[in-house]
């Protein structure tokens, strides 16, 4: 087949949601043999364009040329049909049924579990991908069940392979083998692969071309070896990357300890008294399997204290306990010395906690309530007399918020599922705050929002601490915590592995606490 | 939680996606010609029995609103359907789907019956009593599905539909049974399965004499009691927390609200309204002022269609629990047309579909409209590029 | 009479009971699978039961009536499908409303119709009917009865064995997981709805013109809840939802024969057994995650 001829092209693809255009006129052209990158931030609008592609959304207006042909996709089943795979950022395997049932879910025509089970063991010997064939997917690893993905992709052979941030649950390890894969597969078997990502340093390593995409257009494309990191950075972002936390936020600064130093103020006005949050020997078992694992850790008022790990080592149950959701099966928690009962709904939060949830729609804001209601949903003592609430009074406290955290909403009765990402965001701390906590917690704060907000959120951190609160950052991006943290301990399998300042940590040592290895 | 969420989703099925929007006009539309369509349907139905149609309209006209006295029966029929309705806005806002009202209200006739002819009190003081035990019964019969859900997630629509059944045996049992409320039989006649009247003074009061319109203490407290729940849902903290229960109980946990106790509060105070509406209807004479196995008479499900109808906004179900007692009060001036009774819960029925149906239809039309504008500008796009070939 | 003969009774009465739960529950069993808790499945029995009878009498053939009882439960499933899961209303308020206006509308029909009655005739294989006990019971029927020997093992083989089954098993598991590997799930839970309702008329069907031999107002009375409560409590397997319609079937019997055999037990009770026993059954199995994970829950796409 002609190589100049994309496998997959898109061009003039635009879609609206309401008043937000998602893709505006986004053109990519995908060749075959070739890793093609697709960067941008959160929100730039790769989802949206991938699900156009994928028959998941209807696209507005534009054409998808299949080898230069024109083709409508309006269904799922209609770009399986032409070729196109795609291995989801959340993993779309059906828990309670087999690896093999998974397999071939979405095929055509009868059953044979045998043919199913020889080929699931085949394909996998063939990419390296080995799997059990007949085990129940809700049984395996997340690094065993992106390997099924993988195989169930693999196996339609697909001449466009679509991998969606495909190493946020990995280990280094894991990803490293992974990108081999992805290059045998383009290399030997001359498949298009598009990699969507928001990691530079992966986007340079493992890919051919890239396209930038920004607020939902195409900003910059080029050959891979043609362009520098701090290109992409600056065009994906839009402007000259000059803050340091966010250039390190953005991946743009090699992982080095040398290169980073630590904000100032922060070492050395960090007081040595007792702690205000401090936990001891907190477990968390879930179906006999301890999610956190006899975890202690202190933080004192006034720093912040970086809790990095790999995605899926326990930071998310720590989030649901610190926000009241799982009751601890042992171990305490104490804020300013005092040990706190967490098994009342909002006991912590009264205690002095306030906590940023990492997924702000599941337990951060009520999505079809609005902005005013959100703001004050936890402090309805103060919006209330006798039972009976004040709209008056609820309106001046988010009048007052909205202001002082610069929210934009179109009003304070729209409800919060009209806001932007970064406004919503803002919205949850701005709650969180007005309570005047001791203790503020940070879950993955900055997941998903554009630099901007990603900007005002390490200002609103950093100016938090230095009132004295005491700053738990829960975070998955080491150049994050490197950037504001004072002290980083690393989780992993629930449990502590190391605490280091930022002085001692390098990439190598955390690298090893990360794995699970104590340095 | 999964069941937690699903009754999230169903709630915001059908209060959320039924609120006033652009396509609003759309809908009302839809909603007129589909009502237009369950008349041209009923007709037919009249017609294929060789009845008069006109007749049968005329008939459902004089039993319902011709005159006061008929006004006064249709009333008698919407005080309970309101308060049933009502309780389902309650528990419907916290994302708990009851769909046992049926059940709950035997439970509170049965209270109710209970109370008044065991105890030896005043008769109104009996009547306050009754209605209270009513209420706490119909609460605690629903309030049963609450705990199986904390106790192992046992699905509230699954078994607040089966306790219904349950319920409907209890009833059997208590007018079967002579030691409990069976009436004693008179000698040689074998006793009835229904308990004894309740005495006069238990009946709940009207004003007004026949035939002028009668206005039973039941609609009072059917409206008071509504006005208490719009109120409540909308201006109060506990209000407040109970909608952020319905719409995140994840975040409402977050607030420091007690979901899963609030949760089952939400689902015992619906049950207590249908107890109460199972109360009412039992004191006031469309109940007979006796417990038999048919006297709820689908009050229950009916008062939850009310609410579906309305949206689970408790002062919208003020005008369709009228509709409904009319369409019951009507309905039984229907046989003496030829045309059996049972027409009226197929207009229901009909009625119900006339409502709900609309909003969806609309939400397809858009997506619709959606695809076809993406398919146009798909087929331009080639031509084009043909012509630049 | 001897205790032989009243345990004979009982069993053949039995038997005769749970067959029409046994088909319905058949599809009610594939439906749920899917991830729609059908309650419309009452309307279904119902509207195939008054269908049969309205068909036998007009073609003077019970058979055809016994089919036009499925058709009709078809219909309902039809209508029942395109509301919930095109029109994505609630599919419990479509449920409700469908079972009120069946009701109405049969009882509205037979109000003004008369029919002739038909029945279907009796099967008895030789040699086997001479078993005492059981014979009568199990080898003794009207031939409906041995469709089911067909009915229940391709149910089965349906869910577990086919591709249509493996997909509505992912749709009643991840309907959105099962959307993004290309299954139409909304299609799949609607043809599942119509299997339901095909067996369902057929289990209606069944009752009227096979056992009864004609129709009354609210003839199914509940049996369609009674379907839900033995689905419910085989804790989503099929062969143990055979048992319960079996236990349901025989408690049903027990109810009717034990009077006339002058023993006095709570007849109450006995018709509140299959609620409770499926109650209990959910207190029991709900924290072992038997049920399909997606049960209830309206897909639509995008949202997750």
């Known amino acids: 087949m002609d190589s100049s001829v994309p496998a997959i092209e898109l061009r003039g693809i635009t879609k609206s949601y309401g008043s937000v255009v998602a893709c505006d006129a986004v053109d990519l052209a995908v060749h075959q043999g070739e890793i093609h990158g697709l960067l941008g931030e959160n929100g730039a609008g790769k989802s949206t364009l991938m699900k156009v592609l994928l028959g998941l959304v209807q696209r507005d207006a534009g054409t998808i040329l299949h080898h230069a042909d024109p083709v409508e996709i309006d269904s799922p089943q209609a770009a399986v049909a032409l070729g196109l795979g795609m291995v989801h950022q959340h993993f779309s395997l059906i828990e309670p049924l087999r690896v093999w049932e998974n397999v071939i879910l979405g095929d055509s025509g009868r059953i044979d579990r045998i043919a199913a089970c020889t080929q699931v063991e085949e394909v996998g010997r063939r990419y390296g991908l080995p799997i059990d064939p007949m085990a129940r997917v809700d049984q395996l690893s997340a690094g065993e069940r992106q390997r099924v993905e993988l195989v169930k992709c693999l196996r339609r052979d697909p001449s466009v392979l679509i991998l969606d941030e495909p190493t946020s649950v990995l280990t280094q390890a894991e990803s490293i083998e992974l990108f081999s894969v992805l290059r045998r597969v383009v290399q030997q078997e001359n498949r298009a692969v598009i990699l969507i990502s928001h990691k530079l340093a992966e986007i340079t390593a493992a890919t051919d071309h890239v396209t930038v995409l920004r607020k939902g257009a195409v900003a910059f494309h080029s050959r891979t070896a043609e362009t520098t990191p701090q290109e992409l950075a600056r065009q994906m972002v839009g402007r000259d990357v000059s803050l340091r936390a966010e250039a390190a936020a953005l991946g743009v600064l090699p992982v080095e300890r040398t290169s980073i130093t630590p904000a100032a103020g922060i070492d050395a006005g960090v007081p040595a008294g007792p702690a205000a949050l401090s936990f001891h020997s907190l477990s968390v078992q879930v179906g006999g399997v301890a999610v956190l694992d006899e975890l202690s850790l202190d933080v004192r008022a006034g720093e912040i204290v970086g809790l990095y790990g790999v995605e899926g080592n326990g930071q998310s149950t720590l989030g649901d306990v610190l926000s009241g959701l799982i009751v601890p099966t042992s171990g305490t928690i104490e804020l300013g010395g005092v040990a706190v009962d967490a098994s009342g709904p909002g006991a912590l939060q009264r205690a002095g906690l306030g906590i940023v949830p990492e997924d702000r729609h599941r337990s951060g804001v009520v999505l079809d309530m609005s902005v005013a209601e959100n703001l004050t949903c936890k402090a309805l003592d103060d919006i209330s007399a006798r039972g009976f609430l004040s709209r008056r009074k609820m309106y001046a406290i988010a009048r007052r918020l909205t202001a002082e955290f610069n929210i934009i909403a179109p009003s304070l009765d729209a409800p919060v599922r009209s806001l932007s990402g970064g406004n919503q965001q803002r919205l949850v701390v701005a709650r969180e705050l007005s309570a005047n906590p001791t203790v503020l917690v940070a879950a993955q704060p900055t997941h998903g929002l554009d630099v901007g907000a990603i900007e005002d959120m390490y200002l609103r951190l950093r100016k938090v601490a230095s009132s004295g609160v005491a700053v738990l950052l829960i975070s998955t991006e080491l150049e994050e915590v490197m950037a504001l943290c004072s002290r980083i301990a690393v989780i992993s399998s629930g449990r502590i592995t190391g605490v280091l300042s930022t002085g001692e940590a390098t990439a190598e040592r955390l690298g090893m606490l990360v794995g699970g290895i104590a340095a | ?389 | 009479m001897s205790f032989v003969d009243n345990t004979s009774t009982i069993l053949s009465s039995g038997v005769r009971l749970t067959v029409p739960l046994a088909f319905a529950a058949c599809g009610e069993y594939l439906a749920e699978r899917a991830g729609t808790l059908n309650i419309s499945v009452e309307a279904m029995m119902l509207g195939g039961a008054f269908a049969s009878v309205a068909t036998a009498s007009a073609t003077g053939s019970a058979t055809i009536g016994l089919f036009a009882g499925a058709i009709v439960g078809l219909v309902v499933a039809v209508v029942h499908a395109n509301l919930s899961h095109r029109a994505e209303i609630n599919t419990f308020v479509v449920g409700l409303v469908l079972n009120s206006v069946v009701l109405g509308l049969t009882s509205f029909l037979i109000a003004t119709s008369r029919f002739a009655s038909h029945q279907v005739s009796q099967v008895s294989i030789p040699g086997l009917r001479d078993i005492p006990m059981v014979g009568d019971a199990l080898f003794v029927e009207r031939w409906p009865v041995y469709l089911l020997i067909i009915v229940i093992p391709l149910t089965w083989w349906l869910v577990e064995r086919s591709r249509w089954g493996l997909e509505l098993r992912a749709v009643g598991e991840n309907p959105q997981a099962a959307d993004g590997t290309g299954i139409p799930v909304n299609r799949r839970r609607r043809q599942a709805l119509m299997w339901c309702g095909l067996l369902s008329g057929f289990g209606g069907a069944y009752l009227a013109t096979a056992e009864v031999g004609s129709f009354n107002a609210n003839m199914t009375a509940g049996r369609g809840y009674i379907v839900i409560a033995a689905v419910i409590f085989g804790a989503w397997r099929l062969g143990r939802s055979m048992v319960g319609c079996m236990l349901f079937g025989l408690a049903d019997a027990m109810r009717l024969a034990l009077p006339a055999l002058g023993i006095t037990l709570n007849v109450q009770f006995l018709i509140a057994v299959p609620y409770l026993l499926a109650l209990l059954a959910m207190l029991i199995f709900a924290t072992q995650h038997r049920e399909p994970k997606a049960l209830g829950q309206p897909f639509e796409r995008g949202s997750s």
């Not at chain 2, 389902?88 to 709950?104: K, L, P």
């Not at chain 2, 048919?294 to 919208?316: C, E, F, H, M, T």
């Not at chain 2, 019951?328 to 009226?344: A, K």
Request: aromatic share 6%.
């Open chain 2, 1 to 389: 939680m999964s069941a937690e969420r699903t009754g999230v989703s169903l709630v915001r099925r059908t209060m959320l996606g039924l609120q006033p929007s652009r396509s609003g006009w759309q809908i009302a539309g839809m909603s007129a010609v589909a009502v237009v369509i369950v008349g041209a349907l009923s007709t037919l139905l009249i017609s294929s029995t060789g009845s008069s149609p006109t007749a049968a309209l005329h008939a459902l006209y004089t039993g319902s609103i011709a005159s006061q006295a008929a006004w006064t029966t249709t009333l008698l029929y919407a005080a309970p359907l309101l308060i049933v309705a009502a309780g389902s806005c309650i528990s419907s806002r916290s994302g708990a789907f009851n769909i046992g009202q049926e059940g709950q209200v035997l439970i509170g006739a049965l209270a109710v019956a209970a109370v008044t002819l065991k105890l030896q009190l005043a008769g109104w003081a009996l009547l306050v009593i009754g209605i209270c035990v009513a209420a706490l019964a119909g609460g605690f019969w629903a309030w049963l599905s609450s705990l199986m859900y904390r106790i192992s997630g046992v699905n509230i629509v699954v078994s607040t539909l089966l306790m219904t059944f349950v319920a409907q045996q209890l009833i059997s049992y208590a007018v079967n049974t002579s030691w409990f409320l069976q009436e004693p039989s008179v000698a040689g006649i074998a006793p009835l399965p229904e308990s004894k009247q309740i005495a006069t003074g238990s009946q709940l009061r009207s004003f007004g004499s026949y035939p002028n319109l009668q206005l039973s203490v039941g609609l009072i407290l059917a409206l008071a009691l509504t006005v208490a729940v719009a109120v409540t849902m909308t201006r109060t903290r506990w209000g407040f927390r109970l909608k952020m229960v319905g719409l995140n109980p994840l975040t409402a946990r977050h607030a420091g609200v007690r979901v899963a106790a609030l949760g089952g509060l939400a689902l015992a105070i619906s049950g207590a309204f249908a107890g109460i509406a199972g109360a009412v209807l039992l004191t006031s004479p469309v109940g007979n002022f006796r417990l038999q196995p048919g006297v709820s008479s689908n009050i229950g499900w009916d008062g939850l269609l009310v609410a579906l109808v309305a949206r689970n906004r408790p002062i919208v179900a003020v005008p369709f629990a009228l509709l409904f007692g009319i369409l019951r009060s009507g309905g039984n001036f229907l046989s003496s047309t030829g045309v059996p009774p049972f027409l009226v819960d197929v207009v229901k029925g009909l009625l119900v579909l006339a409502f709900v149906a609309p909003p969806a239809l609309a939400d397809i039309l858009k997506r619709r409209a959606a695809t076809r504008r993406a398919s146009a500008s798909g087929r331009h796009a080639p031509a084009l590029q043909g012509a630049a070939a």
